[in-house]
Nanobody
Framework: QVQLQESGPGLVKPSQTLSLTCTVSGGSITSNDYYWAWIRQPPGKGLEWMGAIRGSGSTVYSPSLQSRTSISRDTSKNQFTLQLNSVTPEDTAVYYC?????WGQGTQVTVSS
């Protein structure tokens, strides 16, 4: 039974870089049977798929976020990370990590001065 847990700052200032980590247990992020994704939900809006990394290490991103987004992994820690550059208040959202129907609890990130 795979479990995912997000961690990172709850408050980020505009223009800074947001970095979140998803720690995985009960499954290996090197498995190529799944992709490991980041999904977010701004207040009052729907879910937005941001991007993902496969077990091979290849990545894919939402076109609207590709220029600011980087997903990487640390296989020794069974973790994958989200980096979102040049954040604005519009990036305020609950951020989730996800694998094939398994969700993390989500973490609230607020972008504010």
């Amino acid at each position: 039974q795979v479990q995912l847990q997000e961690s990172g700052p709850g408050l980020v200032k505009p223009s800074q870089t947001l970095s979140l980590t998803c720690t995985v247990s009960g499954g290996s992020i090197t498995s190529n049977d799944y992709y490991w994704a980041w999904i977010r939900q701004p207040p009052g809006k729907g879910l937005e798929w941001m991007g993902a990394i496969r077990g091979s290490g290849s990545t894919v991103y939402s076109p609207s976020l590709q220029s600011r987004t980087s997903i990487s992994r640390d296989t020794s820690k069974n973790q994958f990370t989200l980096q979102l550059n040049s954040v604005t208040p519009e990036d305020t959202a609950v951020y989730y990590c996800f694998r094939g129907g398994s969700w993390g609890q989500g973490t609230q990130v607020t972008v504010s001065s």
